[in-house]
């Protein structure tokens, strides 16, 4: 069954039950058009104050930096129905929000609001696997903190799993985690699920002189060329990223991306992984090749990316990704798994 369909005869159950909280009126077109933007205020709704605040008591709308957002799964369904009855609705209605949010962003002084309008953005991005990795119609409650020494057991078994998912050699994948837990156990982000349990991870490397010997194994030839950018701009380097919840993973990426846009730096990835080589061309990163070597011994060279998140970068970034709109790549969600987020 296609998956529009199924998430259709949903979206129409959760109207449904939401009348139950408000009588049938003009908040249900104005839910579709919240749900299609992933977050909206109320220009942007062009909804009149009594609307918005209607929208604002339902159950699963909860307020972010953005104005108001439904929460997963309920948004991914409603907005994946839309796409599916009323495709030209559904682009235009992108449309609006990607020139309102690029105006905002235009304007914005503050850095942390700039990176949550920039991840609005990224949400619009109409490329498969930028959704469906980012933005999967998958609930999270989960919270990330900076990882301690005490977490290096933890960190380990992740990182064996993360090895060991991708076809990695263990043996080289446990010695550079060694090293980057002696250099520095915070730079591993961890995720944590609602039972206190670390689900995931993430590890960035600062690239400068003191670094170079964890950096060069993942970089080899494109090392220099970060460590020759101006003293304090070499910015990070993602060295790995695992989490086998869609949700908590989209959570610690978007996270990451919010850091390094508030930080006005610059992102490199080495990644020998085919999907996180879809994601950085979905996200418009800039592609410099691979290393010389296997690293990872698994088959694959790994690929570097990178992408200058600095304010004078920014525009032009957002740019390219707002011409991609309308380039699909990887596949939609399938009924079934549209019926499994619900």
């Given at each position: 069954?296609?998956a ?8 129409r ?39 918005f ?45 990607l ?22 953005i ?9 959704r ?38 263990t ?11 002696v ?154 798994e ?5």
């Amino acid at each position: 069954t296609a998956a529009g369909a199924v998430a259709d005869g949903a979206a129409r159950e959760i109207v449904e039950r939401l009348s139950r909280e408000r009588p049938t009126g003009p908040w249900q077109q104005a839910l579709v058009r919240l749900a299609t933007v992933w977050s909206a205020d109320e220009e942007l709704l062009d909804a009149e104050t009594e609307l918005f605040d209607t929208l604002a008591g339902l159950s699963p709308v909860v307020p972010t930096e953005l104005g108001l957002t439904l929460t997963e799964p309920f948004r991914g369904v409603i907005e994946l129905a839309h796409r599916w009855r009323r495709p030209a609705a559904h682009r235009g209605t992108w449309a609006r929000a990607l020139a309102h949010r690029k105006k905002l962003l235009a304007d914005e002084p503050s850095a942390d609001r700039r990176s949550r309008l920039t991840e609005g953005i990224i949400a619009l991005a109409d490329d498969d696997a930028v959704r469906e990795t980012m933005f999967p119609i998958s609930v999270t409650r989960d919270v990330i903190h900076t990882a301690t020494p005490d977490d290096a057991d933890a960190i380990g078994t992740l990182m064996r799993q993360w090895a060991r998912q991708g076809g990695l050699d263990t043996r080289w994948t446990d010695r550079l985690v060694e090293r980057w837990l002696v250099d520095d156990p915070a730079s591993f982000q961890l995720i944590r699920d609602g039972g206190d349990r670390i689900i995931g991870l993430t590890n960035t490397q600062q690239v400068t002189e003191r670094t170079v010997n964890c950096v060069e194994p993942l970089l080899q030839q494109h090392t220099d060329r970060l460590l020759d950018r101006p003293r304090g701009t070499g910015g990070w380097l993602l060295g790995a990223a695992y989490c086998p919840d869609r949700g908590a993973h989209a959570h610690l990426l978007r996270g990451l991306l919010r850091q390094v846009i508030m930080g006005g730096l610059l992102l490199t990835v080495s990644t020998p992984n085919p999907d996180y080589q879809r994601l950085l061309r979905g996200l418009r990163f800039q592609r410099h090749g691979t290393t010389t070597d296997d690293v990872y011994r698994c088959g694959r060279k790994p690929e570097i990316f990178s992408q200058d998140f600095g304010s004078a970068a920014l525009p032009d970034w957002t740019e390219r990704l707002a011409r991609a709109s309308g380039v699909r790549r990887g596949p939609r969600p399938t009924g079934q798994e549209v019926a499994r987020a619900l």
